[in-house]
T-cell receptor, first 116, second 109 residues
């Protein structure tokens, strides 16, 4: 089946620094990708929709200037957490639908961000 | 999107069928029922989806009531590797998935 990868899998950064997380579709093209965050023992929360060649669409309450999304190609979307703070520590997961099978999304393995 | 209600947790025995219920009483006519699962510290995995008819694939079966207000995901022969959080999601077929709390399923030997 289709594979979505994320890099890095884990990252620890100091407060005030920025962190970039990559999401790649390895064997298919994705004009749309989704970014979620998940706090411990909580469910996934959709943050934004990443659109290739255009601006991302953010969910209500998500700061677009803090969570920068760039979908530069049909196989890569990046999420940059700017000026990270400890409350940004979370599990960040991306997903992408495969072609016309909109209902079947493939999720990446997630990135564990810890801000100290 | 319509809201779903699932039991917070359930146990099942290895080798037996696991029946996971989901209530979605406010579902609209063009909303689909999706099931995903998330094994600990991994990204979610698509299982199955349906609109009106019952569906079956290599992973599971989905039974949707005639009034579409509830559904049941059936794992025919649960294994230890099926231990996960199972999410029932109701959504229009427009990519966006809204995850609720899900059901934590523990398969016991």
């Amino acid at each position: 089946g289709a594979v979505v990868s994320q890099h890095p899998s884990r990252v620890i950064c100091k407060s005030g620094t920025s962190v970039k997380i990559e999401c790649r579709s390895l064997d298919f093209q994705a004009t749309t990708m989704f970014w979620y965050r998940q706090f411990p023992k909580k469910s996934l929360m959709l943050m934004a929709t990443s659109n290739e060649g255009s601006k991302a669409t953010y969910e209500q309450g998500v700061e677009k200037d803090k969570f920068l999304i760039n979908h530069a190609s049909l196989t890569l979307s990046t999420l940059t957490v700017t000026s990270a703070h400890p409350e940004d520590s979370s599990f960040y997961i991306c997903s992408a639908p495969v072609g016309k099978r909109l209902y079947e999304q493939y999720f990446g393995p997630g990135t564990r961000l810890t801000v100290t | 999107d319509a809201k779903t209600t699932q039991p917070p947790s359930m146990d099942c025995a290895e080798g037996r069928a696991a029946n996971l219920p989901c209530n979605h009483s406010t579902i609209s006519g063009n909303e689909y029922v999706y099931w995903y699962r998330q094994i600990h510290s991994q990204g979610p995995q698509y299982i199955i989806h349906g609109l009106k008819n019952n569906e079956t694939n290599e992973m599971a079966s989905l039974i949707i009531t005639e009034d579409r207000k509830s559904s049941t995901l059936i794992l025919p022969h649960a294994t230890l590797r099926d231990t996960a959080v199972y999410y029932c999601i109701v959504s229009l077929n427009d990519y966006k998935l809204s995850f609720g709390a899900g059901t934590t399923v523990t398969v016991r030997a």
